[in-house]
């Protein structure tokens, strides 16, 4: 039953935010979908 | 019996399309998803254009029935049915043209432009996880607060955020709870048919008179569904940055208290992280959201429990159901 669902963003991008998250800087504007949540967790709110 | 008020409206009317279009031609800029949704907001007044024409050959043809009242009666109002349709599709498009010239006098700015262009990109990527059709325009306009002004017949949507937020994109995870309203809207039949029987099923456990169950039904179906389906499309987006960001914009004493078509803050944070529970989400994921909501939670003096019509129970129900909605 587990197979029908579709596993979501957050969960499939989560280790890539949590790089986004610790070198923010290094990160093109292509990856919003994990900068803008990585500023809002870490409080980070430079490099955009 | 006179057809002249008919005349004088639709007058009115075109009147007012003409200033529409005027309107638009003006707001019409070098932005090319404001040129695209002008353009079919134009298409929409033409198309009001054509049927106010028809309107005029059939209010010609009514003195030729007047003899036969019911009748006549019957094409009256049916017109009238009609022309109050028009009537409320150009006071959206009115909104529609407030919000663009919003939209364009923030973009005179430089940075508010990039801005801008940064939290269009940023919709259109998350619309892209989300599956949702490519031919959708999505656009971002400033206003008084987050929200969202679906035009799905133009597959036109708008999202908007306070413009003290545009240079905030921190809270832009606030606008993928604007695009699950979207979700919403395109899947409703399917999720009502779904979720709102369980829901039913759950209220009569707990609710004794029938038609406090209607009533309550009819809140879940018309209101707090919704924004239940549209906070677990943001946070399957966001994850526990959305949650973060939700306590800070709802700015909530009262967390278990219900405002209108806005189910309680506890049972909106207790439906992501169930949700996020249940699908397999990383165990460090599912602690930070934990963290942030009992950080906030404990802190707060209420204790008072969620009522009855939006208990644990069926917001955990709602939860489960909405995990087998395969487009997240």
Not at chain 2, 77 to 92: A, G, K, M, P
Not at chain 2, 207 to 221: A, F, I, N, P, T
Not at chain 2, 264 to 272: C, I
Request: contains cysteine.
């Amino acid at each position: 039953m587990v197979d029908f669902i579709r596993k979501p963003f957050i969960v499939i991008a989560w280790d890539d935010l949590k790089k986004v998250m610790k070198s923010p800087p290094k990160v093109k504007e292509e990856d919003l979908r994990l900068i803008i949540p990585a500023m809002a967790l870490s409080d980070v709110h430079t490099g955009l | 019996m006179s057809e002249r008020h008919l005349f004088g409206i639709i007058d009115d009317l075109r009147s007012d399309i003409a200033s529409l279009k005027e309107f638009f031609r003006i707001a019409r800029s070098g932005d090319l998803k404001t040129s695209e949704l002008v353009s079919r907001l134009e298409y929409v007044l033409s198309e009001v254009e054509s049927d106010l024409d028809l309107r005029v050959r059939l209010c010609k043809y009514l003195p030729s029935i007047k003899r036969r009242r019911v009748a006549y009666k019957e094409l009256y109002t049916r017109i009238l049915f009609n022309l109050r349709q028009h009537r409320q599709s150009i006071y959206l498009l009115y909104m529609v043209y407030e919000l663009i010239s919003l939209r364009e006098k923030a973009r005179e700015n430089v940075t508010y432009r990039r801005f801008l262009d940064l939290a269009d990109k940023y919709v259109d990527s998350l619309t892209e996880a989300l599956n949702m059709p490519t031919d959708l325009l999505i656009i971002v306009a400033p206003q008084s607060e987050y929200a969202s002004l679906p035009i799905l017949s133009k597959r036109a949507f708008i999202v908007m955020l306070p413009p003290t937020n545009l240079a905030k994109p921190w809270k832009w995870v606030l606008l993928s709870h604007e695009l699950g309203h979207l979700y919403f809207q395109y899947y409703r039949e399917r999720i009502l048919i779904r979720i709102l029987p369980a829901i039913e099923e759950e209220l009569r456990d707990v609710v004794r008179d029938e038609e406090q169950v209607k009533g309550y039904v009819s809140l879940w179906g018309e209101y707090w569904l919704q924004e239940i389906v549209s906070d677990i499309v943001a946070v399957s987006l966001c994850g526990p940055a959305y949650l973060k960001m939700l306590i800070t914009e709802a700015t909530e004493p009262k967390p278990a208290q219900v405002y209108g078509a806005h189910p309680p803050l506890d049972a909106r944070a207790l439906a992501q992280m169930t949700y996020m529970k249940f699908t397999g989400a990383p165990d460090e994921l599912m602690l930070i959201m934990e963290r942030v909501w009992r950080e906030f939670r404990n802190g707060v003096l209420e204790m008072d429990s969620l009522p009855d019509y939006l208990n644990e129970e069926i917001v955990r129900r709602v939860s489960w159901l909405t995990l087998f909605e395969s487009h997240l």
